[in-house]
C-alpha cells in the first residue's frame, strides 16, 4: 500500500492527429470494405472492433492523411480573406478519417499489440509525424491564423472561439510555423527521426520487460510471497516455457510489488536489478543509445526554435509556463521529502537491526522491511485488506457511486457493443435527467501484450461541433485471479482505479464546442489534477463503507481497517515523494541541455550526476523511472513534463480541501466542481479556471499536510 496519493498514469495522446504522406492510390479507396472509411454506425459512433482487420490500417492512415492533406488545401486555397469560420472553424472539421483511424489503432497498440501492429506502428510513426508537420509548418496556413489572431481584439467571438484563436496560434509558432524554410526542413527531418525513435523506445521497452522477467527455480526463492501469487508465477512460467520454474513479471517502475514480500535477500536483490538494468542489457532490447539521439535531437530543435533549451520551448503553453517555476516548484518539495526518506530510513534501519541484518540498506530492502515497519507501526497488512476489495464491487459500489453521489450520473452495463479483448466491458452514462450521456470501456487485467501502468484515452472527443458525444475508456494492468477466484484488488490498485475514472470524468463532462478543447485536452501539469482529485474519494468514509465488502462473509469493512488505511496514507512517503522528485528532476535535466552543452555519451553516468547535482541522489531511493526505462519522457510526451503530476497534485489536495471546508461529499459540492472545472475542458485560461472555483491561488500546504511531509495545519 504504497503511495497512495501518487498513482501516476501515463495519459496517452493520439499519435498526432495529422499527417502528409504519399498520394492516395484512388482505386482502391472507395471499394466500401474497410470499417474505418466511413463514420462508425455504432451508437455514439464508438469503434467497430469486430469488423476491423489489421491489414485494414494502413489503407485508412494513407486515405486518412490524403483526405486531411486536402482539406487543409481547401483551406489554404480559399480565396476569401481569412476568418474564424474558413480557417479555424474548418481546420475543427478536417482530418475525421485520421482521427477515427488513430483511436482505433491507439486501442489496439497500446491494450493488445502485436507484432504485426508494431511493424504498422514503426512505419507510420514518421509517417504521421510528416503529416503533422507539413499542417503545423504550413506558411500559408499559419499566415492566415496570424493574420485573424492579429484582429482578434476586434473580433465578435464568444471566449472558448477567442481561446481556439490562440490555441491555434500558440501551437504553429511552437511547432516551427513562423520559421525560415531552411530551419522548417531541418525541424521536419528532426521530428521525424524523434517520431521513429520514441516508437521504437516504446516497443524496446516492451520487450525489455517481457525478457527481464525473473525466472527461479525453486518454490523457496519467493518465500514470503502470498500462495496465490506463487501459483501464477508458475502458471507464468509454464507460459513462456520454464515449466516447473516460477516467473516474476516486471512492473514499469524502478521497485517492484514483490519486493514488499520477498523473504530472500538474493531474490529480491535479482528481481531489483532485473527491473534496474532491463533496457541496459546491451542486445537490442537496450535503449541507451536511443535515448543519447533523442535528448540531442530536442537539444537541436530548441535551438532551431530560438530556445536555450528544450524545456523552455516545451513548458511554454502549460500552467507553470518556465523551466524556473518547475526547479523553484520541486526546490520546494525536496528539502521536506528528503527529510522525511531520512526518517522512515532510521525507522527501517531499527527493524534490520532487530532482525540481526547487519548489511546497508539497499533499495531492494526497502519495501520488504518498510511492510514491517507499517505492520508494527500501523498494523496494516496488506492481505488482510485485499478480501474487502473485490474489483467489482470497488467499480460499481466505489468508483459509480461516488460519481453518483458527487455528479448525479449513472451507469449501465452494455453487452452488445463489440470489445478488442474479452475483458473489457462496456458501460452507458446517463445524466442526472436521465440523458444518455457517454460510453466507458474499461480493461483492467494485466496482459503481456499490453503497456505497463495505467491510462485514459478517448475512442469518441466530445464536441458540439462535430455533435459527437464522449467514448472513453481505462486501461490498467491488475493481476488477474486464477479461474474461479474473485479478482482481488490492493488499496494501490483501488486508488489506481478512482485515478483513472478521474480522467473519464474530465472526459465525459466535457461541453465544448470545439474537438481541440474539450475535456482533457488541457496541459499536462492541470490533466492529472482531476484524475488525482479523484482519489480522494477511495478513502470517504461513505464511499469506502459502500464498496469495501469481504467477498466471503459479505461484511463490511470494519471502522479500525478504515482507520488503519487511513493511518497508512502517510505512510512511507518521504520515500514515494523522493522517487517522484529524484524522476522529475532527472527529467528536466535532460531537457535543460543546451547548444552550449557538450554532447551526452554515457546515460548512466549522466543521470547520476543529475541526480547529484540536485540533490535528489540517495543511494536507497532510487529514481521512480530510470532514465533507460523512462517511457513518459522518451516516448509518451512527458518530455520536460514529468513534474505535472506533483504540480497537479498540488492543485488536487487544494482543491479537496475546499470539499473539506465545505461539507464533503455533496451534490452541491461536486455540482460546483463539474461547473467550473470538469466540463470546462480547455475552454478558459485554466489558472484562472482554477481560481475561481477555490476562490484563491492554489497552495502547496494541503499537498505536504496530506502527505505527512509536514504536520498538519502549522505551516502556510
Ligand atoms: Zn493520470
Not at 137 to 154: S, W
Request: glycine share 4%; net charge neutral; charged share 25%.
Amino acid at each position: 500500500m504504497k503511495q497512495h496519493f501518487t498513482t501516476l498514469c501515463i495519459f496517452l495522446t493520439l499519435i498526432s492527429c495529422n499527417m502528409p504522406g504519399k498520394a492516395p492510390d484512388k482505386t482502391n479507396t472507395t471499394d466500401g470494405s474497410n470499417p474505418l472509411f466511413e463514420e462508425s454506425t455504432l451508437p455514439y459512433q464508438t469503434i467497430p472492433f469486430d469488423k476491423i482487420k489489421e491489414s485494414d490500417f494502413e489503407p485508412a492512415f494513407e486515405k486518412g492523411m490524403a483526405a486531411e492533406m486536402e482539406e487543409v488545401d481547401s483551406i489554404v486555397n480559399n480565396p476569401a480573406a481569412p476568418d474564424f469560420e474558413n480557417t479555424l472553424v474548418a481546420l475543427e472539421k478536417s482530418g475525421r478519417l485520421l482521427h477515427r483511424t488513430n483511436a482505433a489503432f491507439n486501442a489496439l497498440t497500446s491494450a493488445n499489440t502485436n507484432d504485426n501492429l508494431q511493424q504498422i506502428q514503426e512505419a507510420m510513426a514518421p509517417r504521421l509525424s510528416a503529416h503533422r508537420d507539413s499542417i503545423y509548418m504550413n506558411a500559408r496556413l499559419y499566415q492566415k491564423i496570424d493574420t485573424i489572431y492579429k484582429q482578434l481584439k476586434n473580433l465578435r467571438l464568444d471566449p472558448e472561439s477567442r481561446r481556439l484563436v490562440e490555441y491555434y496560434h500558440q501551437k504553429f509558432v511552437m511547432n516551427g510555423a513562423a520559421l525560415p524554410e531552411a530551419a522548417k526542413t531541418q525541424l521536419k527531418k528532426l521530428n521525424e527521426e524523434e517520431a521513429t525513435l520514441s516508437t521504437k523506445f516504446g516497443n524496446q521497452l516492451l520487450a525489455a520487460a517481457k525478457a527481464g522477467a525473473l525466472v527461479v527455480n525453486s518454490r523457496e526463492e519467493l518465500a514470503g510471497l502470498p500462495d496465490a501469487e506463487i501459483q501464477a508465477a508458475g502458471e507464468a512460467a509454464k507460459h513462456s516455457n520454464h515449466e516447473g520454474k516460477y516467473q516474476l513479471a516486471l512492473s514499469n517502475t524502478t521497485q517492484q510489488p514483490a519486493l514488499q514480500s520477498l523473504s530472500n535477500r538474493v531474490t529480491r536483490h535479482q528481481l531489483f536489478e532485473a527491473s534496474w538494468t532491463r533496457a541496459e542489457k546491451g542486445d537490442s532490447n537496450d535503449t541507451r543509445n536511443n535515448i543519447l539521439r533523442i535528448a540531442a535531437i530536442r537539444k537541436e530543435k530548441a535551438r532551431l526554435l530560438g530556445f536555450p533549451d528544450y524545456a523552455a520551448w516545451k513548458l511554454q503553453d502549460q500552467m507553470a509556463k518556465t523551466p524556473e517555476a518547475v526547479n523553484a516548484f520541486l526546490g520546494r518539495l525536496i528539502p521536506a521529502a528528503l527529510a522525511k526518506a531520512a526518517a522512515e530510513a532510521e525507522d527501517i534501519k531499527a527493524v534490520k537491526m532487530q532482525e540481526k541484518d547487519t548489511t546497508a540498506l539497499e533499495p531492494y530492502d526497502w519495501d520488504f522491511y518498510s511492510e514491517k515497519v507499517r505492520k508494527a507501526k500501523y498494523d496494516l497488512d496488506e492481505s488482510a485488506v485485499k478480501p474487502y476489495f473485490v474489483l467489482d464491487s470497488v467499480l460499481k459500489n466505489g468508483v459509480f457511486y461516488a460519481a453518483t453521489q458527487l455528479y448525479g450520473i449513472t451507469f449501465k452495463e452494455r453487452t452488445d457493443l463489440p470489445v478488442y479483448q474479452e475483458d473489457v466491458k462496456v458501460y452507458e452514462v446517463f445524466d442526472k435527467d436521465g440523458t444518455a450521456m457517454a460510453l466507458f470501456y474499461c480493461d483492467y487485467f494485466k496482459r503481456d501484450n499490453k503497456n505497463g501502468g495505467a491510462w485514459m484515452d478517448n475512442f469518441v472527443t466530445q464536441s458540439k461541433l462535430l455533435h459527437t458525444k464522449p467514448v472513453i475508456v481505462n486501461v490498467c494492468n491488475f493481476a488477474k485471479p486464477v479461474q474461479g477466484q474473485p479478482a482481488l484488488l490492493s488499496f494501490d490498485d483501488v486508488t489506481t482505479m478512482f485515478h483513472e475514472f478521474g480522467h473519464a470524468l474530465h472526459g465525459l463532462f466535457a461541453s465544448q464546442t470545439y474537438p481541440s478543447l474539450s475535456g482533457t485536452s488541457v496541459s499536462r501539469d492541470f490533466v492529472e489534477m482531476p484524475s488525482q482529485f479523484n482519489e480522494h474519494w477511495a478513502l470517504d468514509s461513505t464511499v469506502l463503507k459502500n464498496y469495501a465488502r469481504n467477498y466471503k462473509t459479505g461484511e463490511t469493512i470494519p471502522q479500525a481497517l478504515v482507520n488503519k488505511i487511513r493511518n497508512a496514507a502517510t505512510f512511507n512517503q518521504g520515500y514515494a515523494m523522493t522517487e517522484l522528485l529524484a524522476a522529475a528532476k532527472l527529467d528536466m535535466q535532460w531537457h535543460l541541455l543546451s547548444s552550449g552543452d557538450s554532447a551526452v555519451t554515457d546515460v548512466d553516468r549522466f543521470e547520476q550526476e543529475a541526480l547529484r547535482k540536485n540533490g535528489v541522489y540517495v543511494s536507497y531511493v532510487p529514481p521512480r523511472y530510470r532514465s533507460s526505462y523512462f517511457l513518459h519522457i522518451w516516448a509518451n510526451g512527458y518530455s520536460a513534463g514529468y513534474y505535472a503530476y506533483s504540480w497537479a497534485e498540488m492543485l488536487d489536495h487544494d482543491a479537496y480541501a475546499w470539499f473539506k471546508e465545505n461539507g464533503g461529499l455533496k451534490r452541491e459540492n461536486g455540482q460546483r466542481f463539474r461547473d467550473m472545472i470538469l466540463s470546462k475542458g480547455n475552454s478558459e485560461d485554466l489558472a484562472a479556471m482554477y481560481k475561481a472555483f477555490r476562490g484563491k491561488e492554489p497552495s502547496i500546504t494541503p499537498l505536504l499536510e496530506n502527505r505527512g511531509l509536514i504536520p498538519s495545519g502549522n505551516l502556510k
